[in-house]
């Protein structure tokens, strides 16, 4: 059942992030829900399946922004593997912990990603990408770990 639950979870925050892209401008979404099941799915599965679920979330988050695939499948990959590492070490029963590896996790992986438009091609992304996305993204990942359901489903008591 708790399985069920989580990948209901999951395939409810992409669903919902797709929805959202297709029908709104992603000049104005300032939510990532695809990080947030990226995160979910890094402190709840093992460390191979997730850094896979990653990179495949990723590159639909390429798909759904920029079109230019890769680039974010590589930076969630990256990102998983600092959450799934870091979570197998610390106690993360504590909101304001997984909080701030959430928003860490993800100015980084925003950061990388920024790098690699940059390097690779010449794309200058504005600094909405790095902070903005990642700040109110993780207030809205705050109020989600605030419902008892979800915390139970995550297992993260």
Not at 118 to 145: G, M, W
């Amino acid at each position: 059942m708790k399985k069920n639950n989580f990948l209901l979870l999951i395939i409810s925050l992409i669903v919902i992030q797709i929805i959202f892209n297709t029908n709104i401008s992603y000049k104005f979404i300032f939510i990532d829900l695809i990080y947030i099941s990226v995160f979910y799915i890094s402190i709840r599965l093992e460390f191979r399946k997730s850094i896979i679920l990653s990179t495949l979330l990723g590159i639909l988050t390429d798909y759904l922004t920029i079109g230019i695939l890769g680039v974010f499948g590589l930076s969630r990959a990256i990102s998983s593997y600092f959450i799934n590492t870091i979570t197998k070490y610390f106690d993360i029963s504590k909101d304001k912990f997984l909080i701030s590896i959430f928003l860490l996790t993800f100015i980084f992986s925003n950061f990388l990603a920024n790098i690699f438009f940059i390097l690779i091609f010449n794309i200058n992304l504005s600094i909405k990408i790095i902070f903005v996305i990642p700040i109110t993204t993780t207030i809205l990942n705050y109020i989600l770990f605030k419902i008892p359901k979800i915390k139970k489903i995550l297992n993260v008591y």
